[in-house]
Nanobody, 123 residues
């Protein structure tokens, strides 16, 4: 699976942004998808994940209630809708794919990673 993230940009605090990840490969519908982020000077952290069917999701406490994750298996895409953005959401966002049967928050569960897209939230 090859992953290509897009949609990042500059947004004001309180605003919204939708980032997407396009996947290639016939096995997309069989893999769980996750979003992770890494802010400058900080370690990569889990943001959200969704199972292969899309029925189950998981979110980091820091984004719960503000972010949603969805996927389109027919179109081989996964999206992260980010609302009520805060300056602390500023980071490079990475999508990842893995053959786990649950929405894992553990980076080691994912075998494939995209190149990342930068999200900057100004105060």
């Amino acid at each position: 699976v090859q992953l290509q993230a897009s949609g990042g940009g500059l947004v004001q605090a309180g605003g919204s942004l939708r980032i997407s990840c396009a996947a290639s490969g016939r096995t997309f519908s069989n893999v769980a998808m996750g979003w992770f982020r890494q802010a400058p000077g900080k370690e990569r952290e889990f943001v959200a994940a969704i199972t292969s069917s899309g029925r189950n999701t998981r979110f980091a406490d820091s984004v719960k209630g503000r972010f949603t994750i969805s996927r389109d298996n027919a179109g081989n895409t996964v999206a992260l809708q980010m609302n009520s953005l805060k300056p602390e959401d500023t980071a490079i966002y990475y999508c990842a794919a893995g053959g786990v049967g649950f929405p894992s928050s553990y980076a080691g569960s994912y075998d494939y990673w995209g190149q990342g897209t930068l999200v900057t939230v100004s105060s």
